[in-house]
């Protein structure tokens, strides 16, 4: 048999062509059409800090409280304290540096527009894309005020004063520098023997024993952590 | 653990023999189903352990949680599509194909709306990659907490995509050169969205249809879903509707409330993307104890980096005074998981099993008190530390922290 | 096949756009099942026609038959575990893991038996190899015959084992001298049997417990069966309960009766192990139509040797008279499916679409009429043949011959 | 960052060690263990054509012509004509070179041993192992006799006289040759262009269409073919 001949008669590998093309300046396929402007209006729902994306409206505190009520406490809490493990959405200022750190709307949230888009896309919980324009406002309006950033109740927001609202903890979000962390320009070549000057002992044992839930054990909670 | 020690290889069985092998056994005898039992088939009865599995009292609802990869029963690289860990905002969108739409806005010469028929008419790519969540192993920060692999580090996993190229996509929609950044959007009852700087959505991101071959499942985003290869998994919007350019992120819930990194100062790290080089032993694990006794015991895992391929993994046996360098199984891709093994003859003694990665570039997994030492514990997000098993001599295993 | 002509790209939607876009769908409302809805999660509803198809008269028992794997609807390298298709011959053997037992005995220094728990401590390795039924595609002998890439080509899958190499079991035993070829025996009600030459088992088999990183499914020898890369599938033992070592083959009714090859001068080939090289337009085919009439077009197949990696494959429109490169997919293995795909405009005229496959030794796929010639029309295994799809104006594809 | 650095310090790729052993002298793993005589002899129970394998016991034809006609006939018809599509297990002589071969243990096994071997594993359909030596034994002659191999009802097949018997096609299986078939040789680098002389014509439609069962086609059987 003459394979290897053969082989060597044959032509080279085909390589995997770059087929995609430069989005920048590639030549269209002429896939897919042209979106209507009603479509594009149906979807384009999102908002930015700098304001683009709002829409048209209005709502005052007093108007998001009754919404709130009727439509978020009962999961948030009257007060946004956040009932069972629903989320909390009012207070914990101060308590970042803390060892349970309380990350709210107030506490935490960098821009007011996170909020009216989220509530907006996504609020309430299993009756999504409900409310309003102006319930929206209205409720963007309460959030502060539970979080005393706004301490008037005739207080009204709209897509015009929308911007001028600062958040207490915006200006503390850094870049990813994850890479220049010490350890990971400690360890190019990592220590293989004797790394530790005596043998290792333990120091903790897992706090949630038998978490399978057909494991019988302690399944009221953790100590601490969250999954986001 | 109900560890045995049994002398390996000098066991004999009475002289008469083994049972089951002396006496006819049913399946031997009797005929099983037919070829028509099963169209699409399902684990042996006998696997029916090996389940995606959640943790009730984590969040308020089973709608917006997550369940987590039985990493300890599985082997290889791929993970199978009833196993894929779910994470979920809204709960499950199950949604007709016919009827779901992909649009692309914004900074683009057309807007342009795409039935699944039409992306299905663009080049396509097949490429293994790990999608793992951000807040992995999120739940240890503190110390040691949840008691087996599958709950510490069974939120990733790795399958086959199918898709297209997104700046195929975005190439029919003519970018503007002011497109910086990309808003994804979800078709749920979340309409997830995050936004995802240019550079990375022209270079390897895919719009992805098919997993392991097979149409996505439900729970991973069908009929199609956005792949960021080695980038943090709550980013791969699924059930994609919408891709909107622009020249600033967006600051969503999601990458602002969400998936940022609380710092010790207060301080918060944002658009932290890519999954750091990590790795864990599967198995032995709490949930898959040494049942053989001492004598010849493999130790396997697994390891990944967003970085791309992983250069080295090494196992300790002593709580991270020695290492071992493992073997790594060589059928694996960059941003895939990679199966590393150690063999060794397990003397019956107390052992603390650490495994640790190197990535292609050179970055070593860290230990849990270098990453706390310079993030504090209130990070929830990317805990890739050195994670502990504690081997006992009876062949039961614990989620430790060690000195 | 309805297909419907409709000019790329220059489709415009009403003023008012698309009902699905503008109104509120009901997925991006209401919450979907939770986390703790699906522990072993299946493919969406959506999908349901995408499962092994049996043809009930090709055999007279569902018990000892074939199913087949969907290719038309899959795309990648690997096939999701629950559609590989099935070939057993006494139905599917159902086993406790416990109870299984694999014997090794003949010309050995000593007969050993392991259980699954002492295999799982030998060394393991991940590979991912393709499996065909050496009657693929036998239906085809005498013509054209079954309208379904699923029917025609469908008795491959392409999955990712994990095992131990079967060497390494062999040692335990200590291998005689004398020792040349291997009995591999199942312990299902048919107690398949295959002899192997001893190189062959020396060199890459492999005893494997798990595909796509679970356990194998009991449709594929669920606890252990036997890996024999690029080799007929019929050889890779399932259920695989006892390895013989002998001086000569055993001449089962397997490799006698079965699995020779018929010429048509009334010889018969034996031992005819490997696999060629071989190839299929997965889609479009009969089962997948062209939907989107005219313009851009996708063409994708598979392509697989017994004799290791993939080379190049070529597409032709027009029934083999052009030839065009295609595009293969760069994540694939030796003696593993490979994943080509061809782009192309199609202007709406009817076309007979090809496929033809070199592999890395320079074995080119024969035409069915090239096989005839030295073959004749009985052998029933082995047929590597060029196929062909007859694409018409409406985007229905048949099964046809060609000049 | 130094990034680029860091990779030229750590340490190369570590290749996957060849861990597994020389089956023919490696050192063990010790893992397993030795099986009894009484396993081996519960397992160990292939035939071959020499006769390895073969238990003492015999069978006359007119045992087996019995045991056939309870046990084996319901399938395979009382003279072995196979009944439906359950397999044919006599007649069939002179077709090997027909369009429609019958290929059965008179007109085309090669070996005896081959009989017996797969009755004992796997015969009755469905309640395998259940049949004694000497039942093989009068099986297997009774199944020489359906194929007029035995003419003698009282022919007594036995491990003794076993490896007498000649079947009739015995000789006629050649090794795989494949590689050397012409195509092969001639295509190490095939056509690209014109490759045919003229237009190609479609010369033979699928036999059976709409296979799939909801396809509602002709569902009755195929012109020819066969899975195995
Ligand atoms: C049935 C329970 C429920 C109701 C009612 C509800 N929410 Fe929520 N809310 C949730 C859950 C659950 C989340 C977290 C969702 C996730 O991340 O998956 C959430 C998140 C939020 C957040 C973001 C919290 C954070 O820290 O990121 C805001 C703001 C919010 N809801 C506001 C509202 C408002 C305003 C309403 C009423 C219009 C409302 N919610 C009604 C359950 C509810
Ligand atoms: C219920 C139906 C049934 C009964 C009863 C049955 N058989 Fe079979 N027989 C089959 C089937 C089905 C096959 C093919 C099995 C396969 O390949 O999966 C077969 C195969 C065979 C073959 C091999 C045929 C070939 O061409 O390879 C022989 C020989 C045979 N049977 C002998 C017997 C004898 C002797 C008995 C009685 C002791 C018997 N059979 C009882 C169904 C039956
Ligand atoms: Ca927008
Ligand atoms: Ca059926
Ligand atoms: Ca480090
Ligand atoms: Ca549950
Ligand atoms: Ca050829
Ligand atoms: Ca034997
Ligand atoms: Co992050
Ligand atoms: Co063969």
């Not at chain 1, 070549?189 to 120091?203: A, L, R, S």
């Not at chain 2, 580090?153 to 086959?160: D, I, K, L, Y």
Request: glycine share 10%; proline share 6%; net charge negative.
């Amino acid at each position: 048999q003459d394979t290897a001949k053969k082989a060597e008669a044959a032509e080279g590998p085909v390589t995997d062509a770059a087929l995609s093309t430069d989005a920048r300046a590639g030549s269209r396929l002429g896939l897919g059409r042209v979106a209507t402007p009603d479509e594009v209006a149906a979807w384009d729902i999102d908002v930015r800090p700098d304001g683009k994306g709002l829409p048209v409206g209005k709502g005052t505190v007093s108007d998001g409280e009754t919404i709130f009520a009727e439509q978020c406490a009962s999961c948030h809490g009257d007060f946004g304290e956040g009932r069972d493990r629903w989320p909390q959405l009012a207070g914990g200022f101060d308590t970042l540096t803390r060892d349970r750190p309380v990350k709210t709307v107030g506490s935490y949230w960098p821009y007011l527009s996170t909020v009216y888009d989220y509530v907006h896309r996504a609020m309430p919980f299993g009756n999504a894309r409900s409310l309003s324009n102006d319930d929206v406002y209205a409720l963007t309006a309460y959030v502060l005020y539970l979080n005393d950033i706004e301490t008037d109740e005739d207080f009204e927001l709209s897509n015009e004063n929308f911007t001028a609202v600062t958040m207490p903890n915006a200006g503390t979000f850094v870049p990813d520098d994850r890479a220049e962390e010490q350890h990971y320009k400690d360890d190019a070549d990592p220590c293989m023997t004797d790394c530790k000057p005596g043998p290792v002992k333990i120091t903790m044992h897992a706090q949630v024993l038998d978490v399978t839930p057909e494991g019988g054990g302690d399944e009221s909670g953790p100590a601490g952590g969250s999954v986001d | 653990g109900a560890g045995l020690a049994v002398a390996a290889g000098t066991r004999t069985a009475a002289a008469e023999g083994d049972p089951k092998i002396t006496e006819l056994q049913d399946w031997n005898r009797y005929l099983g189903p037919g070829v028509d039992a099963a169209p699409y088939g399902l684990p042996s009865e006998f696997e029916k352990d090996v389940v995606r599995r959640d943790v009730p009292w984590l969040t308020a609802d089973a709608t917006s949680s997550v369940n987590f990869t039985p990493l300890h029963a599985l082997d290889g690289i791929i993970t199978p599509n009833g196993l894929c860990f779910e994470r979920h905002h809204g709960g499950v969108a199950e949604i007709p194909p016919q009827d779901h739409r992909l649009m692309i806005n914004g900074l683009v010469d057309r807007p342009m709306v795409f039935t699944m028929e039409d992306l299905y008419r663009f080049p396509r790519e097949n490429r293994v990659y790990f999608l793992e969540c951000a807040a992995n192993t999120g739940m240890e920060w503190r110390g040691a907490q949840l008691n087996g692999c599958q709950y510490t580090h069974g939120m990733v996993h790795c399958v086959m995509y199918t898709g297209t190229p997104l700046r195929n996509l975005l190439n029919e929609a003519g970018l503007k050169s002011s497109g910086k950044w990309l808003l994804a959007e979800g078709a749920d009852a979340s309409a997830m969205t995050r936004s995802i700087p240019m550079e990375k959505a022209l270079d390897d991101c895919l719009v992805a249809w098919k997993m392991n071959g097979e149409a996505l499942r439900s729970e991973q985003g069908y009929p199609v879903r956005l792949v960021v290869p080695g980038w943090e998994g709550n980013m791969w919007v699924k059930w994609l509707r919408r891709l909107e350019v622009g020249d600033q992120p967006w600051e969503q819930r999601e990458e602002t409330s969400k998936y940022t990194d609380l710092l010790a100062d207060g301080k918060a790290r944002k658009f932290t993307f890519q999954m750091e080089v990590k790795s864990v032993i599967t198995a032995p694990s709490p949930q898959a104890p040494v049942t053989h006794g001492k004598g010849r015991t493999v130790i396997t895992g697994l390891a990944w980096s967003g970085n791309g391929t992983i250069r080295r993994v090494d196992v300790s046996l002593d709580g991270g005074r020695n290492w071992h360098a493992a073997r790594i199984d060589p059928q694996s891709f960059p941003k895939a998981v990679h199966r590393f093994y150690y063999d060794f003859d397990w003397d019956g003694s107390e052992l603390l099993l650490q495994s640790r990665a190197m990535d292609e570039k050179g970055f070593v997994q860290p230990t849990k008190e270098a990453l706390r030492k310079v993030r504090g514990a209130n990070s929830i997000y990317h805990n890739n530390g050195i994670q502990t098993w504690h081997l006992k001599t009876d062949g039961a295993l614990e989620n430790v922290e060690v000195s």
